[in-house]
Structures are given as structure tokens and as C-alpha cells.
T-cell receptor, first 117, second 113 residues
Framework: DTAVSQTPKYLVTQMGNDKSIKCEQNLGHDTMYWYKQDSKKFLKIMFSYNNKELIINETVPNRFSPKSPDKAHLNLHINSLELGDSAVYFC????????????????FGQGTRLTVV | AQSVTQLGSHVSVSEGALVLLRCNYSSSVPPYLFWYVQYPNQGLQLLLKYTSAATLVKGINGFEAEFKKSETSFHLTKPSAHMSDAAEYFCAVLSGGYQKVTFGTGTKLQVIP
């Protein structure tokens, strides 16, 4: 199936640990994102990559480090996890409008529910 | 900067009644606007999008939205609510020089049998 897939779906870990979330899209899109959804359902963009290049970094703590080995993958590594990092993290991808270099709608993965205890 | 405001964090309608979810945008350039739906414990699914073509946009599941420049609005409607429409709905705008999708705060739709 063509989709944005992220693993794991659930992640429970202790404070201070380091964890990674993986994301892959087989839609052929050039742009990938990480969003954070808090307990009030508010969605905030964290990072955007375009063809492996970091485009947007929305004042996210340095403990969060995205890595894009190729344009189909965008992984998120989190160091020294804190209680406040508990949230649902969504990976998304977006195609570019041909000839304009502009993105259009984002296609989302199913989310990773991170719980830090 | 482009942004969207959703009026009403919770909306309740009876099954079969009209659904109206409100969204206003602020943009200094022609906006690209979206409505997404999120069912419990799932990701976001695109309902419909406005990209400066027709002002009345039809989406999936019987939803539609009308772009009104004079009112800076992009409200989502459905003539007859179904129980399966109960979900969180997000209005969104392409922002940051058309580099990212920025979301409103969401509206939770409850459908009462």
C-alpha cells in the first residue's frame, strides 16, 4: 500500500532515555515533516525536510534531532526524554506543485504515541 | 503570516442535522486551505482542499466548504450528519511561504442519535 508509515505506534519509556521514531513514505514526495500533537489535540510542526535538506526547525529543543537518510525516510531521535515530551508524534509528507516549487497538502502517518514515565 | 482560527472547540449536532464547522483564515497572500479529519487514535485524513480554483469545494464523505474572501472564511458543512462523522476536525492553511501546513486548534464534532 502507498502510505506514510511510522514505527512504533506506541512507545513507553522512562525519563532520561533516548528513543527513535522511524518514518517512511512511498508516495514519492520530496518534503517530509514531523508534527507534535499534545493532549489538547493541538498540532504543531517541528521539522520539515525537502529532499534530505532541513527546511524548517520550529524552535524545538536540541534533544530532538531529525535525520533523513534519503527523501523517503525521516527519522526522529529524542535524547534525554522528559515528561513533557509525552505526546503523539506524526510524520507527514507533501508533494511539490510541479513547476512552482511549492508544497501542497500533507499526508499523515498513523502517529506514534510517546509516553514518558 | 498565514494562520487559521476555528470557532468552537466542541460542536454537537443531532443525527441527520446540518453540520457547520467554522474556520477563518488570515493571510496576506492567496491562501491554500484544507480541512482534515482525525478519528480517535488515528492520523489525519484530508477531507478537502482549496487551491484558488472553484470557491465551493467538495470533499469526501459528503462534506464541502466554501471559500469566502470577503469574510476570510472557509467553513465546513455537511447537509446531514451521520454517527460516523463524530471526530476531530482541523482547518489548516499552507503557510511559511507555502512550505508547511499550519493547523487550527481543532473542533470536536459530537453526533447525537
Amino acid at each position: 500500500d502507498t502510505a506514510v508509515s511510522q514505527t512504533p505506534k506506541y512507545l513507553v519509556t522512562q525519563m532520561g532515555n533516548d528513543k527513535s521514531i522511524k518514518c517512511e513514505q512511498n508516495l514519492g514526495h520530496d518534503t517530509m515533516y514531523w508534527y507534535k500533537q499534545d493532549s489538547k489535540k493541538f498540532l504543531k510542526i517541528m521539522f520539515s525536510y525537502n529532499n534530505k535538506e532541513l527546511i524548517i526547525n520550529e524552535t524545538v529543543p536540541n534533544r530532538f534531532s531529525p535525520k533523513s537518510p534519503d527523501k523517503a525516510h525521516l527519522n526522529l531521535h529524542i535524547n534525554s526524554l522528559e515528561l513533557g515530551d509525552s505526546a503523539v508524534y506524526f510524520c507527514a509528507s507533501s508533494p511539490l506543485i510541479p513547476g512552482q516549487g511549492l508544497n501542497t497538502e500533507a499526508f499523515f502517518g498513523q502517529g506514534t504515541r510517546l509516553t514518558v514515565v | 503570516a498565514q494562520s487559521v482560527t476555528q470557532l468552537g472547540s466542541h460542536v454537537s449536532v443531532s443525527e441527520g442535522a446540518l453540520v457547520l464547522l467554522r474556520c477563518n483564515y488570515s493571510s496576506s497572500v492567496p491562501p491554500y486551505l484544507f480541512w482534515y479529519v482525525q478519528y480517535p487514535n488515528q492520523g489525519l485524513q484530508l477531507l478537502l482542499k482549496y487551491t484558488s480554483a472553484a470557491t465551493l469545494v467538495k470533499g469526501i464523505n459528503g462534506f464541502e466548504a466554501e471559500f469566502k474572501k470577503s469574510e476570510t472564511s472557509f467553513h465546513l458543512t455537511k447537509p446531514s450528519a451521520h454517527m460516523s462523522d463524530a471526530a476531530e476536525y482541523f482547518c489548516a492553511v499552507l503557510s511559511g511561504g507555502y512550505q508547511k501546513v499550519t493547523f487550527g486548534t481543532g473542533t470536536k464534532l459530537q453526533v447525537i442519535p
